[in-house]
């Protein structure tokens, strides 16, 4: 650590420091052989320092990796809000039993003195309204939820060792949950901006594009022969 920063101070680099708890990393372990340290840090040089005098590193609470990732807080951002106008099904929905429940409960209900077709447009307009209703709440709600156990995940991780990792473990799973509901909500909305904007010569475009062919690039393949090939051409005859 000692030659770390006298590397940093040899390139004018300075560590931006952290707010909360210090360590970012541990071992997970639940016994006496639990360790923590602080691994990670934020550097920056003396003009971005000058520049964004109020900045901060705040440590953020993990459920994946080892490691705990670092939020730089270099200005406070107002919160966007959005009207949601006409109404659409959210995938995320998928994953709460209760609008399973709710759809099925609209489903089961029999209308009188309608035919077939007619029943099933009564249907599906119930069930609009059903889940519209039900929803109204549901993102807000997962969003403080969300929050609330960060928050938790914090206060644990302050004091983490190995009397309490089968608890930060465990809240950890339940945050990846709420986390795979919001990350299916905002793909969802990501498709939408596409159909708006996919076409068209903008920014949007370019970053998608950029992103699609860094995802479909082969860099390399196994032939008939079990080689690795890594030339472009070899890649090619190997196909």
């Not at 690795?228 to 005859?237: D, R, T």
Request: hydrophobic share 35%; aromatic share 8%; net charge positive.
């Amino acid at each position: 650590m000692e030659a770390f920063r006298r590397a940093l101070e040899e390139t004018g680099l300075a560590d931006l420091g952290w707010r909360g708890n210090k360590y970012t990393w541990n071992n997970g372990h639940e016994g006496v052989t639990f360790i923590k340290e602080r691994l990670d840090q934020v550097v920056a040089n003396q003009w971005w320092r000058a520049t964004f005098q109020e900045a901060g590193v705040e440590v953020l609470s993990t459920w994946v990796s080892d490691h705990k990732p670092l939020l730089v807080l270099a200005k406070e951002m107002g919160e966007r809000r959005y009207k949601g106008k006409k109404f659409k099904y959210e995938m995320n929905w998928g994953m709460e039993e209760e609008c399973g429940r709710l759809v099925e409960d609209v489903w089961s209900k029999r209308r009188e003195n309608s035919g077939f077709l007619r029943s099933v447009q009564q249907k599906l307009a119930c069930c609009r309204v059903s889940l519209r209703r039900w929803s109204r709440g549901l993102n807000k709600g997962r969003e403080g939820e969300i929050k609330e156990k960060s928050v938790q995940l914090r206060v644990l991780e302050e004091e983490e060792g190995p009397n309490n990792m089968g608890e930060i473990k465990k809240l950890r799973g339940e945050q990846s949950i709420l986390l795979d509901k919001e990350d299916l909500r905002w793909k969802q909305r990501v498709k939408k901006h596409w159909l708006a904007n996919g076409d068209k010569n903008t920014k949007f475009f370019h970053a998608c594009a950029n992103q699609r062919r860094k995802k479909n690039t082969i860099k390399a393949v196994r032939d008939s022969q079990g080689r690795l090939v890594i030339e472009e051409k070899e890649i090619e005859g190997a196909f």
